[in-house]
C-alpha cells in the first residue's frame, strides 16, 4: 500500500507491517521516517536489528538468509536494507521479487532507496515491494514550500516569526533541508519559545546554502530575478564548474526552444510536454515561462549562449572577452525578464 509520509505517525500507532520501503532524494526526511519506524519497531519487540548495505561486492543471500535465521535470543528483529543506488542490478531485482513474496512474521524489514528515476519504477521488483510493503514515496521539498516547511518546524519547537524571516532562512539555506533543520534546532536553543524577531534570526542564521546547478533553471524559468542572481553567485563563489551551468542552462533553452517552436506549429503544450518527458515541478514552470518568452528571443538566447561557450573555452579575441560568469548571467537575465 502506498502511504503518504505526513501519515506516518498515525499509521504506526496500530499494529505493524512486515515490510516498509522509503524512497527518496530528502534526506533528512527520510532519515526521520526510518527513525520512527525503528523506534515503533523497538517499542513492539523488534529488539535485535541487522544491517545490509548494498554495495558492489554485496552478496544478496545475504539478504534471504537474514530473514531465514532465527535470533540468538529469541528476540523479533529488524532488518535494515539499504541500496543507495537505487540500483540493485538483475541479481538483485530477482533477489527483492522473492523476498517479498516470502515474508517472514518474526521479522520487520525496512528498505530505504533514493528517488526512483521513470524507468527503475516500472521495474517488477519495484511492483514486487509496492504490491507486499508499506510503501513511502518522499517528494523534494521545493523551494516555493520551504518558508511554510521552516514554519511547520518552528511551530514544533513553539516558535513562530513572520514571512520575512521564514524568506530570509529560506534563501540562507537554498537546497539544504538538512542546514535547515539544523538552524531551526539552533534558534531553539537560543531563544524561548515564542515570536523570534528579523533581527534575532539575522543574527543567528549563517549562510549554508548549497546551491544546485539544475536549480538555477527553476529561477529563470520562474523568473525569478533575484534567486538566479544569487544562486548564479552562489555556484561561483563554491567554485562550481562553469562548462557545467552552461551546459545546464543552455539545455533548457534547447527545450524552450523546442516547445516554443511545436507551439507555433499548431501543437499543444500537453502534447508537447509529453513528448519531451517533461513533468513535475518543472512542467508547471512551463507555461509561464513560454508566455513570458518570445520565440525570437530565446533563438537569440541560444546563439548568445555559443558566444559564452567561446567565451569559456578562450576562443573569442580579446575585444570580446569579458567575465563569462557575468555573460552567462545576462544570459539567463533575458529569459527570466522575457
Given at each position: 500500500m502506498q502511504?503518504?509520509?505526513?501519515?506516518?505517525?498515525a499509521h504506526l500507532t496500530?499494529?505493524?507491517?512486515?515490510?516498509?520501503v522509503i524512497t527518496s532524494d530528502e534526506h533528512l526526511l527520510a532519515l526521520e521516517t526510518a527513525d520512527k519506524i525503528r523506534r515503533a519497531a523497538k517499542a513492539q519487540g523488534f529488539l535485535?536489528?541487522?544491517i545490509?548495505?548494498?554495495?558492489?561486492s554485496f552478496k544478496w543471500g545475504a539478504l534471504l538468509a537474514a530473514n531465514q535465521s532465527q535470533s540468538l535470543f529469541g528476540d523479533k528483529k529488524l532488518i535494515d536494507?539499504?541500496?543507495?543506488?537505487?540500483?540493485?542490478?538483475k541479481d538483485g531485482g530477482a533477489a527483492l521479487q522473492e523476498y517479498a513474496g516470502n515474508l517472514s512474521p518474526d521479522n520487520l524489514t525496512l528498505i530505504t532507496l533514493p528517488k526512483l528515476d521513470w524507468a527503475t519504477?516500472?521495474?517488477?521488483?519495484?511492483t514486487s515491494l509496492q504490491q507486499a510493503a508499506v510503501y513511502i514515496e518522499i517528494p523534494l521539498v521545493e523551494r516555493a514550500q520551504l518558508p511554510n516547511?521552516?514554519?511547520l518546524r518552528l511551530s514544533m519547537q513553539g516558535q513562530n516569526t513572520d514571512r520575512q524571516s521564514l524568506d530570509f532562512i529560506a534563501d540562507r539555506v537554498e537546497g539544504n533541508l538538512l542546514a535547515a533543520h539544523q538552524e531551526i534546532q539552533k534558534l531553539a536553543l537560543l531563544h524561548p519559545p515564542g515570536k523570534l524577531s528579523f533581527e534575532q534570526i539575522h543574527d543567528a542564521v549563517l549562510n549554508v546554502a548549497r546551491y544546485d546547478v539544475f536549480k538555477l533553471n527553476e529561477a529563470m524559468?520562474?523568473?525569478n530575478v533575484s534567486r538566479l542572481v544569487r544562486m548564479l553567485e552562489g555556484l561561483k563563489g563554491e567554485g562550481e564548474a562553469l562548462p557545467l551551468v552552461l551546459w545546464a542552462v543552455a539545455e533548457e533553452l534547447r527545450t524552450l526552444l523546442k516547445l516554443k517552436s511545436g507551439m507555433s506549429q499548431g501543437k499543444s503544450l500537453g502534447m508537447l510536454l509529453k513528448e519531451y518527458r517533461i513533468w513535475g515541478p518543472r512542467e508547471k514552470l512551463m507555461e509561464p515561462a513560454l508566455r513570458r518568452v518570445s520565440l525570437a528571443t530565446l533563438e537569440a538566447a541560444l546563439q548568445e549562449a555559443a558566444q559564452v561557450d567561446k567565451m569559456v573555452k578562450g576562443l573569442r579575441a580579446k575585444a570580446f572577452a569579458g567575465d563569462a560568469w557575468d555573460a552567462l548571467l545576462q544570459l539567463g537575465l533575458r529569459v527570466a525578464r522575457g
Open positions: 502511504l503518504r509520509f505526513d501519515a506516518i505517525d496500530k499494529s505493524l507491517a512486515s515490510l516498509y535485535e536489528r541487522e545490509l548495505t548494498v554495495e558492489r536494507l539499504r541500496i543507495p543506488t537505487g540500483k540493485p542490478g519504477q516500472k521495474a517488477a521488483w519495484v516547511w521552516i514554519s524559468l520562474a523568473g
